[in-house]
C-alpha cells in the first residue's frame, strides 16, 4: 500500500513539472524568447525601409546594401522559426498573413532605389508592421492562456514580464521607424503624414523609455543598460528641432538608430532572461 502511494505522489508531481515545463514553452522556444523574436520581426519590417529610403540619396553606400540583402534573410528564417512552434491558430494565421504581406512588400525593396517605390514603402510598411505587430500579441495571448490556465501565485506577474518584454522590444522598432520617417520627411518624398509620424513615433519612444525605467522588473543590470539608452536620447531631446527639421546628414541618423536598437536589444534580451518565480 505505502509503495503505491509513493508511486502515485511520484507521477503526480512527475506530471506537475512536465506541465510547468509545457507552459512555459512555445514550440522548443521559451514563450520569453518567443516573445523577443516575434518583436525583432517589427523591427525589420521598419529597417528594412529605412534602408531603402536611405539608399534613395547614397546608392554607393555598399554596406548598406548588404545590410538590407542579410536583414530580408534573417527576416523570413526568423519568420519560419515563429511558424513552425506555433500551437494556436490565431498565431499561426497572424503568421500567414505577414508572409503574405511580405511578398509584396519584399519586391519594393529589391527594386534599385527610386522615388516610386520608396513612396510605395512609405505607404506600406505600416501594414506589414501592423501584422508583425499581431503576431507579438497572439504570442502574448498564447503564454496568458497557459499561464492562468493552472492555478500558480506568480502566473499575474510573469503575464507581466511578457509584456516588458514587449514594450522593450518594440522600442527597438521605433528607433528604427523614427529614421524611415526621418528619411520620409525629405524633399520629394515629404508630405503631412509622414511630419506627423515623425513626431508620434517620437513621442512614443520618449514615453515608454520613462515606463521602461520605473519597472518592477529592473535590477542593476537592466538599470545600468538603461542609462546606456538614456544618454544617447536625452541628446536627441535636447534638441529634437535638428529631427523635425532635417538637421542630421542621413549617414548620421542612420547610424543614430542602429545604435538606439543595438541599446534597446540588449534592455530586451536582459528582460527575456528573467524568470518569475
Excluded at 502566473?155 to 527597438?172: C, H, M, S, V
Amino acid at each position: 500500500m505505502k509503495k503505491s502511494i509513493k508511486v502515485a505522489y511520484t507521477f503526480v508531481f512527475l506530471f506537475a513539472i512536465q506541465l510547468t515545463f509545457a507552459q512555459n514553452e512555445y514550440g522548443t522556444l521559451s514563450f520569453n524568447k518567443a516573445v523577443n523574436i516575434s518583436g525583432k520581426q517589427r523591427m525589420l519590417t521598419q529597417k528594412m525601409g529605412k534602408i531603402y529610403l536611405y539608399l534613395l540619396n547614397n546608392p554607393t553606400d555598399f554596406k548598406a546594401k548588404r545590410d538590407i540583402k542579410i536583414t530580408q534573410i534573417i527576416f523570413e528564417k526568423q519568420n519560419n522559426i515563429l511558424e513552425k512552434n506555433a500551437s494556436s491558430n490565431v498565431t499561426k494565421n497572424n503568421i500567414k498573413e505577414v508572409k503574405n504581406t511580405w511578398n509584396k512588400y519584399k519586391k519594393f525593396l529589391n527594386s534599385s532605389p527610386n522615388k516610386e517605390d520608396a513612396l510605395k514603402i512609405i505607404n506600406t510598411n505600416t501594414t506589414i508592421l501592423t501584422y508583425a505587430n499581431n503576431v507579438v500579441n497572439a504570442v502574448i495571448s498564447e503564454a496568458n492562456t497557459k499561464n492562468n490556465a493552472i492555478d500558480s501565485d506568480v502566473a499575474y506577474e510573469d503575464n507581466e514580464l511578457k509584456q516588458i518584454i514587449n514594450k522593450a522590444g518594440r522600442q527597438r522598432m521605433l528607433s528604427q521607424r523614427l529614421a524611415l520617417y526621418y528619411f520620409a520627411t525629405k524633399p520629394g518624398l515629404k508630405s503631412s503624414n509622414s511630419q506627423n509620424k515623425l513626431k508620434a513615433v517620437y513621442e512614443e519612444l520618449d514615453a515608454a523609455l520613462n515606463d521602461l525605467l520605473i519597472s518592477s522588473f529592473n535590477n542593476d543590470r537592466i538599470d545600468n543598460a538603461l542609462g546606456a539608452v538614456m544618454a544617447k536620447w536625452e541628446g536627441i531631446q535636447k534638441n529634437n528641432e535638428r529631427l523635425f527639421k532635417q538637421g542630421y546628414n542621413d549617414k548620421e541618423i542612420y547610424d543614430l538608430s542602429n545604435d538606439l536598437t543595438k541599446l534597446f536589444n540588449r534592455i530586451t534580451s536582459l528582460y527575456e532572461k528573467l524568470k518569475v518565480e
